[in-house]
């Protein structure tokens, strides 16, 4: 099975950074991009940033300039640097990755890990 774990969430003050990373692990052929959503307190899940195997990268607007966003392939791991910190980023951080298990699957599939909290406080 695939599972993947997040760490590196906590509290920090307005203005902080974290880094966030995300480890894949289990039986994977490939991975074709990995990225972060979060889910803010009453709010739906949305996009954070993506990374494709090639190394392109993508980013929500509120978060351009702030975040980066990079991917160890060979670990399968992807990592968000978040810099200045702001209190509107507070939200539970989920990793994704859209994969193939096998190299006869035809058609990737997306997994999720279980978030981590992210809370930017004074």
Same mark, same amino acid.
Do not use: H
């Given at each position: ?7 590196? &969430?906590?509290?920090? =003050?307005?203005? %902080?950074?974290? !880094?966030?990373?995300? *480890?894949?692990?289990? /039986?994977?052929? @490939?991975?074709?991009?990995? &990225?972060?959503?979060? =889910?803010?307190? %009453?709010?739906? !899940?949305?996009?954070? *940033?993506?990374?494709? /195997?090639?190394? @392109? ?13 990079? !991917? ?51």
């Amino acid at each position: 099975q695939v599972q993947l774990v997040e760490s590196g &969430g906590g509290l920090v =003050q307005p203005g %902080g950074s974290l !880094r966030l990373s995300c *480890a894949a692990s289990g /039986s994977i052929f @490939s991975i074709y991009a990995m &990225g972060w959503y979060r =889910q803010a307190p %009453g709010k739906q !899940r949305a996009l954070v *940033a993506t990374i494709i /195997s090639r190394g @392109s990268t993508n980013y929500a607007d509120s978060v351009k300039g702030r975040f980066t966003i990079s !991917r160890d392939n060979a670990k399968n791991t992807v990592y968000l640097q978040m810099n200045s910190l702001k209190p509107e980023d507070t939200a539970v951080y989920y990793c994704n990755a859209n994969l193939r298990v096998t190299m006869s699957q035809t058609n990737n599939r997306d997994y999720w890990g279980k978030g981590t909290l992210v809370t930017v406080s004074s």
